[in-house]
């Protein structure tokens, strides 16, 4: 069984591959012309955003069973083309747990105490302390929408800041945020109307995309402040743009974007009130090494065991 891991994958992944006697092809990232040339000889697929497995890709693996995504999001393999090809799609959502959720409340700090703005003023030789006067996370409200691995985490460092959260998932139990001190709301129209701080962490569905508009923005709070961590087509970024210009949207946090990377002209890059980063949840040493060895065993499973889990469908 041969493996064909054409973006750049932790070495622990790659070792657990080869002592389960599977052969890979792993040359760091590869061009999609290099990509359509292997992929058919590959068994599986390990992925992480930037290769794309399109309808093209996918008809030209021929031996192709399972694509396993290292992250959470596969808004990068063509599920259905992938079901038409009988090839399972699995995705690793336990390894960029406790990273992302760490970015998201150092996104929301940063965001509160204008750490960025008050860095690139010191660095001009400026000494203004004035102009960067904060707000304090303590006794405000969070609205985390999703509340799966990541918004849960997101929720337990949000209390231990005496934050009040606030949750909409439709598919967890509302028990889950009661044990944890979380007001689970029945509708994310209840997350507009009481949070200060708002924090993605759904996937894109056509029913998330574009949550975050020009109409739900009208019913938010004056003044509250938006974090995205999880994909960038969870908000209009055109309709955030002009809401922080017009001031009811107080700032954002921003780590990803419809397009990446964003074009120069990107509404939000460059708006003063806007924290970015260049699409960071996952990077850390430990989320690499974890999602890298979560993917290649669930890899091993599949071709060695026809064992699946965490399948994804369209």
Known sequence: MHVLVPDNLS??????????????????KMSRADVLAVIGEADGMIVRSGTKADAELLSKATRLKTIVRAGVGVDNIDLAAAEQHNIVVMNTPQGNTIAT???TLALMLALARHIPQAQASLHSGQWDRKSFTGTELRNKTLGVIGFGRVGQ???KRAV?????????????NPFV????GVEMVNAVTGIWSQADYITLHAVVTPETKHLINAESIAKMKSGVRIINAARGALIDEAALAAAIQS???AGAAVDVYSEEPPPADHPLIGLSG????PHLGASTDEAQED??????????????HQRYNDVVKK
């Open 274 to 277: 806007v924290v970015h980063t």
């Open 153 to 155: 985490a997101v929720a």
């Open 291 to 304: 999602v890298a060895t979560e993917a290649a065993q669930k890899i091993i499973d599949a071709l060695l």
């Open 11 to 28: 070495e622990a992944g790659l070792v657990m591959l080869a002592e389960a006697g599977l052969t890979y092809h792993a040359p760091g």
């Open 160 to 172: 231990a800041f005496d934050m009040k959260v606030v949750a909409y998932d439709p598919f967890i």
């Open 177 to 180: 945020g009661q044990s944890m």
């Open 101 to 103: 959720a760490e970015l």
């Open 247 to 249: 001031g009811k949207v």
